[in-house]
């Protein structure tokens, strides 16, 4: 790579925290697939069965959605043009909103170009001066950034131990904060586990909170139809609740939701910065999205087959030194605990043409890094045996 003296003037100090990653083995390089997301990848000409990718459904490279997506690029265009509140607000992004809040069951739903604009809209809209944040530790990095941006405007921001309740219902107890807002995500992200939803929201009942539940990896995935983490615990589309769930993993496509109340939806829409200033995901995608929830509702077949393969994964690494973390989800972690072992590890599973990513800090804790394998509904017994047998060998 050659540099120009005014690119190496302006980039010294750039270019040497880039040094110090390399250095700590930090470094993170990106892998280009010359096939679509699906159960294999092809990568620098190389097949590998793919654990890595958030596709748990497969949907991914599902051919009708993909139709849905041509057939609506045909009739709406290619690009919404300006944001939501300008021009951008198209027939299907009214109809996908519509289609979601019936299937979420709350009245009203917001979509978003990506999780990341849904989560930053949320928190820092809900709360301000006056207010508290009360985030599980192990929150995705969105929620953090979110929750940030509440304290940057004047929010009390407090963060409990992952998934303890009894330090929660201290947090809020001390709290003088006019409005208190619980932010939790439903299925952790780097763990897989999920959140005591339905003592997070007695919590919520109790000391008269908002809560807010980021369900990107739970959408799809699970309860029935797929309706996600609150159809998994049974818990009712409270107004007390704002949901959102990313469109990106289970739904194959991309983008987000929120879905609450009339009332709360109409405010996020009114003051919500990253829904306001951005412009409107294209139509088309809208169109993909509402081909990709009725799979989603009829997709009973694809959730028994994903369940079935996370029950053979478990099963099949009982017995290994090393141990997955108690996940009942896609998201199936195993701890090596060392970064470079992690990294050796992921490393020779590529030499043997399977796709697990390491996970290393500061993504996760310091001393639990992780194989982060991924399991979909695309997986045959046959992948998961050929990962179970890999893992056996090198551990
Ligand atoms: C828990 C969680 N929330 C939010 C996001 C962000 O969603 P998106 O990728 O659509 O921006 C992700 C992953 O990317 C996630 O894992």
Redesign the pocket.
């Known amino acids: 790579m050659t540099t120009s003296p005014l690119e190496d003037r302006l980039s010294a100090k750039l270019a040497a925290q880039l040094q110090e990653l390399e250095t700590a083995g930090l470094t993170r390089r990106r892998r280009v697939l010359d096939s679509p997301c699906g159960r294999l990848a092809n990568v620098d000409g190389k097949e590998v069965l793919n654990f890595a990718s958030n596709d748990y459904l497969g949907l991914a490279g599902n051919a009708d959605i993909a139709q849905a997506l041509a057939d609506g690029a045909m009739r709406w265009g290619a690009g919404s043009g300006a944001s939501h509140l300008v021009s951008g607000h198209l027939a299907p992004h009214e109809a996908l909103e519509k289609e979601i809040a019936a299937f979420t069951g709350f009245p009203r739903a917001l979509t978003f170009s990506?999780?990341?604009l849904a989560?930053l809209a949320v928190t820092p809209t809900l709360a301000g001066r006056g207010d508290a944040v009360f985030a599980d530790k192990l929150n995705?990095a969105?929620l953090i950034d979110a929750m940030q941006q509440a304290k940057a405007n004047g929010a009390d921001v407090q963060r409990y131990p992952h998934n303890d309740m009894a330090a929660l219902e201290k947090m809020l107890a001390a709290s003088p904060a006019a409005h208190k807002v619980i932010v939790t995500?439903a299925v952790f992200?780097m763990d897989g586990d999920l959140a005591p939803l339905p003592l997070l929201f007695t919590l919520a009942e109790r000391y008269d909170a908002w809560l807010v539940i980021?369900d990107?990896?739970g959408f799809g995935v699970l309860g029935r139809q797929g309706k996600g983490s609150l159809g998994h615990f049974n818990l009712p589309a409270s107004p007390r609740i704002l949901l959102m769930g990313?469109l990106?993993k289970a739904a194959g496509v991309g983008g987000?939701f929120v879905a609450g109340s009339e009332t709360a939806i109409e405010y996020l829409l009114q003051k919500g910065r990253s829904y306001i200033f951005t412009t409107a995901q294209p139509p088309a995608i809208a169109c993909a999205l509402s081909k990709s929830l009725q799979l989603i509702k009829d997709g009973d077949a694809l959730r028994a087959n994903l369940m079935a393969r996370i029950g053979q994964l478990r099963d099949g690494l009982a017995d290994l030194p090393l141990k997955l973390l108690a996940s009942a989800t896609a998201i199936q972690p195993l701890i090596v605990g060392d970064n470079e072992a992690t990294v050796a590890l992921a490393k020779a599973l590529w030499e043997r043409g399977l796709w697990v990513p390491a996970i290393r800090p500061p993504t996760v804790p310091p001393g639990t890094a992780r194989l982060r394998i991924s399991v979909s509904a695309a997986h045959t017994e046959a992948d998961v045996t050929r990962l179970i047998a890999a893992l056996k060998e090198l551990s």
């Open positions: 990506t999780g990341y989560n995705h969105s995500d992200s980021d990107a990896h990313t990106g987000a």
